[in-house]
């Protein structure tokens, strides 16, 4: 499949090229003393690359490609000076043949169509207010303080961001999430309860997290391991070296109680969880992907509970806490 | 029977709107499709290929297609150009900052497809339940909607999950395909 889409790419790739230079050869040609012998050239070698392209490019991007061509191609030849006939008119009447500038008609279509410039809306926004943000830190220890989960609707949930920590363990069991993103994490131990709405992982290493929610998508991580309860099936892209399992719910208690999964509306019953059919986006013939695996029985259950003990840990020793996050991310999730 | 009036009632029959549904992953498009079709939403994974529902709207058959919108699927969209009469775009207004940036960009390259050219183009502003949502005109702003001028379009703040706003997105957008091909009627 991997081969299927670079040749799209390609083709893609070899449209939006051919479709610059078109452009930037009608250009030239609009102007009133354009290099003739130039445009022909560029021509030539434009339409000598599509000869080659033939061979990866779909029927439809062939005729589109070789249409354009073919405008450019017209267009040089009536827009080509008209050679003066040759008669015996008298000179007068010679010297009044107008010069041959470009026909108006062959003015580009595309240049047309272009928008006209606009200023860009400034890029900064505002930070919103209900989404949290944990980002950039390492060695130590990140649990945001809870919030009372007084209706237990989801409306009142919100998006939490954790980015850019290394050597962290980040409890959310405490936040009521609605949607959470993860974004540069490096040996870290995260654990959340019910989460209603998504989770999106993106450039993770060697990192467990401890997940329950509705939608998991992972892109461009490794060595990752995720004890997991899921609604749907998760799906991941560009990873290699992830393991899953099943998620800790007992160990969890009261964190992940009946109550919670009922607010996420999730089914709390271990059989209706999905995580064990991932799907590769990467991997998408027959049989197993190699980027991922299921967990041994025994591994998901100490890989949920030791992250789960290291989470809820009241341990001031910071040191020792450390040495607990690396000996378990070396042992479940290194690549 | 003059051949005009042949012609009127086979076209009067097969008053067919195809509809494609693009946006980044996680924006909703799968949801949106489902709960306009009245199906269950709890379940919905991410999309590996594409969903198609053909459902009759206000006389018209429309076929709608939704197609996945992970990175490494987003180069076959192209596949599912040919011959759409509506695109409805999606995006997730609760989306993270960096996001928005892509989602402009792959709207506008969108725009600039040949074969996309005559289509109406709907940007639904989803999960408007969510708190931090942007409102559509915030969104509006962000992609930059302003500079389009090759294609009819509407912005319209919706969310999937509580069903506000979708119809009339769907109003929107079925009637102004329908004034464009159907204007004879």
Redesign the interface.
Same mark, same amino acid.
């Given at each position: 499949m991997a081969a299927h889409a670079d040749v799209k790419l390609a083709a893609a790739a070899f449209c939006a090229d051919l479709k610059q230079e078109c452009d930037a050869l009608t250009q030239t040609l609009g102007q009133p003393n354009a290099d003739r012998t130039a445009v022909l050239t560029r021509l030539s070698i434009a339409l000598k690359s599509l000869t080659e392209a033939t061979v990866f490019l779909p029927a439809y991007d062939q005729r589109a490609c070789a249409a354009m061509l073919k405008t450019i191609s017209d267009q040089l030849t009536t827009a080509a000076p008209a050679r003066a006939k040759f008669t015996f008119a008298s000179r007068k009447a010679k010297s009044s043949t107008p010069a041959a500038g470009p026909p108006e008609s062959a003015q580009p279509l595309a240049e047309q169509r272009l928008p006209p410039p606009q200023a860009l809306p400034p890029a900064a926004l505002a930070p919103r207010p209900t989404a949290r943000q944990i980002c950039s830190n390492r060695n130590c220890y990140i649990a945001p303080p809870p919030v009372p989960i007084s209706s237990a609707e989801s409306s009142t949930s919100s998006d939490v961001e954790v980015a850019d920590l290394t050597r962290c363990v980040v409890s959310l069991l405490d936040l009521h999430v609605g949607a959470l993103h993860l974004k540069n994490l490096d040996r870290c131990v995260l654990v959340v309860g019910p989460i209603a709405g998504s989770v999106l992982v993106e450039s993770c290493r060697n990192c467990v997290f401890v997940i329950c929610c509705r939608q998991l998508r992972i892109h461009n991580s490794v060595g990752l391991a995720i004890p997991l309860h899921i609604a749907s099936h998760p799906i991941i892209e560009d990873c290699s070296a992830l393991r899953f399992g099943l998620y800790p719910r007992a160990a969890l208690a009261d964190f992940a109680s009946v109550e919670r999964f009922e607010a996420a509306r999730i089914d709390p019953n271990p059989g209706a969880s999905a995580h064990k059919t991932v799907e590769d986006f990467c991997w998408l013939k027959r049989g197993q992907s190699p980027n991922w695996v299921l967990m041994s029985s025994d591994d998901e259950h100490a890989c949920g509970t030791e992250a789960m003990a290291l989470a809820t840990s009241s341990v001031v020793d910071e040191q020792a806490l450390m040495d607990s996050l690396d000996a378990l991310v070396a042992r479940f999730s290194v690549a | 029977m003059g051949l005009l009036t042949v012609l009127k009632k086979l076209k009067q029959k097969e008053k067919e709107i195809r509809i494609l549904i693009l946006g980044l992953?996680?924006a909703g498009k799968t949801t949106i499709l489902k709960r306009i079709n009245g199906e269950d939403i709890?379940?919905?994974?991410?999309t590996?290929g594409f969903n198609i529902k053909t459902l009759d709207y206000n006389g018209y058959k429309l076929n709608i297609w939704d197609v996945g919108g992970? /990175?490494? !699927?987003r180069?076959?969209w192209?596949n599912y150009f040919?011959q759409t009469d509506g695109l409805v775009w999606v995006v997730d207004s609760?989306d993270?900052?960096d996001r928005?940036?892509d989602c402009k960009a792959e709207l506008h390259s969108l725009l600039t497809e040949?074969?996309l050219a005559g289509a109406s183009l709907l940007i639904f502003a989803n999960k408007q339940?969510?708190?931090?949502a942007?409102s559509s005109e915030e969104i509006a702003?962000?992609l930059?909607l /302003?500079? !389009?001028?090759?294609h009819h379009w509407q912005i319209v703040g919706c969310s999937a999950?509580t069903g506000d706003n979708l119809l009339t997105g769907m109003d929107w957008v079925v009637t102004d395909i329908s004034k464009r091909i159907y204007m004879l009627d």
């Open positions: - | 992953d996680n709890s379940t919905i994974s991410p590996l992970q /990175k490494s !699927i180069s076959y192209r040919e609760a993270r900052p928005f940036a040949e074969r339940d969510l708190p931090g942007l702003k962000l930059d /302003k500079a !389009i001028q090759t999950v």
